[in-house]
């Protein structure tokens, strides 16, 4: 007797299911016969990339394009991999970068060697500069002018305020300030 009664709800079921389809496709008739005036709108506005329009019923054999591949927006595609997927890979870490090669610096002129004692102004080869070489107490003294040579450095220029040396190695210029000490 059960089965009867499972095999009647089976039979409701279905005869549910066919009047639902039934009414479905009624209402879709109707529909149809709006659709079929507006069918020249729905031809005119553009497709988007890679869909390919529905036949217009004519009677007529009507060719169609194969489907195109799925596109996605520039934006979303996805980049090729940088290696191969199924690549055998190894337990040890990469190895590190090279270290980077920095460029040494130029080479610049040492410091002043000289520290200024005093100044003779006139006389007949202009004004004469007193230096002390090195820090030390007992450093012998020196007595320059504009033009002479002391072992690395050429006297250029004597002013007020101090006096312009250029180291020859590196033909660079440094200052000495009276009044100042290296």
Do not use: C, H
């Not at 007797?1 to 709800?9: P, Q, W």
């Amino acid at each position: 007797m059960s089965r009867n009664k499972s095999s009647l709800g089976l039979w409701a079921a279905l005869a549910a299911t066919l009047a639902a389809t039934w009414y479905a496709a009624d209402m879709e008739s109707t529909e149809s016969s709006d659709e079929a005036l507006s069918v020249p709108e729905r031809a005119a506005r553009p497709l988007p990339t890679g869909v390919v329009p529905a036949p217009v019923m004519t009677g007529e054999p009507v060719a169609v394009a194969a489907p195109t591949a799925f596109s996605m927006p520039r934006g979303e595609r996805m980049a090729p991999p940088r290696e191969p997927l199924m690549a055998p890979r190894g337990w040890q870490p990469p190895a590190p970068p090279p270290p980077v090669a920095v460029a040494p610096p130029p080479p610049t002129a040492p410091p002043l060697p000289y520290r200024y004692l005093g100044r003779l102004e006139g006389g007949e080869g202009g004004t004469t500069v007193f230096l002390a070489e090195g820090a030390s107490p007992q450093a012998r003294p020196l007595a320059v002018r504009a033009g002479d040579r002391i072992s690395q450095y050429q006297v250029e220029e004597v002013s007020a305020r101090g006096m312009t040396l250029i180291y020859l190695p590196l033909n660079q210029k440094q200052q000495l300030l009276f009044g100042s000490t290296p």
